[in-house]
């Protein structure tokens, strides 16, 4: 199911929601393409399609042509995008679709999509471990996987869960991120954790897999994301640098 231009899959996934999976994958994807890789990101999250608005493209059509060959939405010269959200009315439908529908989506963005020549195809995929994540895992075998997780107890647990499904499907896992690890005072500098301190380093040495980073709690990267302008990153924010470090774990290892 790859296509003969696409070097590198990465499936950016969670074992819970609303841990930051999606942000994370539009950073990586921006700070990847800023060093002037060529980027695809595919939206599998087919019940709640967000990468569309975070890169502030909802409004752009989608086209295709030869027998159904679709264009992604070009952000710029080395990021493109695919997203079921140019597939429904707006983006208050919601989706009501079995497992096969979904699968049936999915394979078609992997497949029928016109995505050239990359160096990353970043797949962001709906929390826990059902039919998108697995649909993807059975598309494209042996594909990359990073997983997302906050210090919360209940986020840890699910984030095992997840761990354990890349490993079942022989999925080649490039680590761990702990996201909103710490803020920092606007006020003093001192950062105030609010929730565990190093309990998800401590879980990535459990399971014997790389800890990319923690990513601090940012105001900057909600207001960028709800805004639609995430491309404007700033190379000098304590974010942006960890980010790029986990950029460059991801390029090592691959």
């Not at 994540?133 to 997302?148: D, E, F, H, R």
């Not at 906050?150 to 647990?157: D, I």
Request: proline share 6%.
């Amino acid at each position: 199911m790859k296509q003969d231009g696409i070097k590198n899959y990465l499936l950016v996934f969670s074992g819970k929601g609303g841990v930051g999976k999606s942000t994370v994958a539009v950073k990586l994807a921006i700070v990847l393409a800023k060093k002037g890789l060529k980027v695809g990101l595919l939206d599998a999250d087919i019940h709640g399609p967000n990468l569309a608005l975070m890169l502030g493209v909802q409004d752009k059509e989608i086209f295709s042509y030869d027998e159904n060959r679709i264009l992604p939405i070009e952000i710029n010269k080395n990021l493109f995008l695919i997203s079921v959200a140019y597939f429904i009315p707006n983006l208050d439908t919601p989706i009501i679709w079995r497992g096969p529908a979904k699968m049936k989506m999915i394979e078609r963005f992997v497949k029928d999509v016109e995505w050239g020549n990359l160096d990353w195809l970043i797949i962001d995929s709906p929390p826990g471990t059902g039919d998108e994540p697995l649909s993807v895992a059975q598309l494209l075998p042996k594909a990359g996987a990073i997983i997302v997780t906050t210090p919360q107890e209940v986020s840890l647990l699910d984030s095992k869960k997840a761990i354990n499904f890349a490993k079942k499907l022989n999925l080649n896992i490039y680590g761990l991120i702990e996201n909103m690890s710490g803020l920092e005072c606007p006020h003093c500098g001192k950062i105030i954790n609010l929730f565990k301190n190093g309990s998800v380093a401590k879980i990535a040495k459990q399971y014997k897999i790389p800890f990319l980073g923690a990513i601090p709690i940012d105001p900057e990267i909600v207001i960028s994301g709800d805004s639609g302008k995430p491309l404007a990153v700033d190379s000098n924010s304590k974010t942006t640098k960890v980010f790029l470090s986990i950029a460059n774990k991801i390029l090592t290892k691959k």
